[in-house]
């Protein structure tokens, strides 16, 4: 009965994950959007903002801040049904601690929201394209830890989290490059 329980828990765990990187993904390209639209003429601009607000409000506190919620209750909910090898292992000691970055990444994206709703958001667009790469990085990180556990060197696995990273900014710079050619 714990192996179903624990499967079943695990289960919920992912798919709040899921849910919670989707808001997070969305929520920073909305960012994008806002900060773009303030070049934007009047009334336009004023539109399109308050538009972007009430979007960012309902993901926010619908969807990415209860998935959040919902992936750490499961997570520590599998934690608690299986310490003795989950709190020794140490690749769960990793995991955890980019769970921790990305709780980090993700309330100070909440700060973004509240810069957003202040009309404050001082970001140009390309430093919000690259600080959506950073929720990335962290998916990234967390999939590999956890699928392939012990089966990394730390070498492999720094190169690997540099390697996708230097991708990530050369697709970033690409991208720009790509924009410009087409305005």
């Known amino acids: 009965m714990l192996n179903s329980n624990y499967d079943f828990i695990?289960?919920?765990?992912?798919?709040?994950?899921?849910?919670?990187?989707?808001?997070?993904?969305?929520?920073?390209r909305l960012f994008i959007y806002f900060r773009e639209a303030t070049d934007k003429a009047e009334?336009?601009?004023?539109?399109?903002?308050?538009?972007?607000?009430?979007?960012?409000?309902?993901l926010w506190w619908i969807i990415t801040t209860p998935a959040m919620v919902l992936t750490v209750v499961f997570g520590v909910w599998m934690l608690a049904l299986n310490p003795t090898y989950l709190l020794h292992a140490p690749w769960m000691h990793i995991k955890l601690g980019f769970v921790v970055m990305l709780l980090i990444y993700h309330f100070y994206s909440q700060r973004l929201l509240r810069n957003c709703e202040n009309n404050l958001l001082l970001w140009s667009s390309g430093q919000l394209r690259i600080w959506n790469e950073v929720a990335t990085?962290?998916?990234?990180?967390i999939?590999?830890?956890v699928v392939l556990k012990g089966q990394l060197s730390w070498i492999s696995g720094t190169i690997g989290f540099f390697g996708v990273g230097i991708l990530l900014m050369l697709g970033i710079k690409l991208y720009k490059k790509l924009r410009k050619t087409q305005a």
Do not use: D, T
Not at 10 to 26: D, N, Q, R
């Open 137 to 141: 990085l962290f998916l990234v990180s």
């Open 143 to 145: 999939i590999f830890i």
């Open 10 to 28: 695990k289960a919920l765990h992912l798919i709040f994950m899921v849910s919670w990187f989707a808001g997070l993904f969305y929520m920073v």
């Open 43 to 58: 009334p336009e601009k004023e539109i399109l903002q308050k538009q972007f607000v009430i979007m960012m409000q309902r």
